[in-house]
């Protein structure tokens, strides 16, 4: 069974920092596009950053550019987020996502296969 586990959320205030976890199991995405995503309440689910296979390119929403990481740990067939200067807008749902069909680094939701449950980030101010 495939699974895209998330965790490292949690309660931070503004300027704070998180990291996310998202370890997959079942089958390895060494190859893959992996990517982070987030949901707050009310809204649609956005693109938040991608990296293709072995990490060689990386990309990033403008919301985030310059304070959000992606970066992924192949041996430990994990990809992380690390979250600096934190900001009450940056609140939401967090998941990880695997794109079977590309080794590119992938921004629309619509490339992705795998999904995880989602890790919840609140940003107080």
């Known amino acids: 069974q495939v699974q895209l586990v998330e965790s490292g959320g949690g309660l931070v205030q503004a300027g704070g920092s998180l990291r996310l976890s998202c370890a997959a199991s079942g089958r390895s995405f060494n190859t893959n596009g992996m990517g982070w995503f987030r949901q707050a309440p009310g809204k649609e689910r956005e693109f938040v950053a991608g990296i293709s296979a072995r990490g060689f390119d990386t990309i990033y929403a403008d919301s985030v550019k310059g304070r959000f990481t992606i970066s992924r740990d192949d041996a430990r067939n994990t990809a992380y987020l690390q979250m600096d200067w934190l900001k009450v807008e940056d609140t939401a749902v967090y998941s990880c996502?695997?794109?079977?069909?590309?080794?590119?680094?992938?921004?629309?939701?619509?490339?992705?296969?795998?999904w995880g449950q989602g890790t919840q980030v609140t940003v107080s101010s």
């Open positions: 996502a695997a794109a079977l069909r590309y080794s590119t680094a992938r921004r629309n939701l619509n490339e992705y296969d795998y």
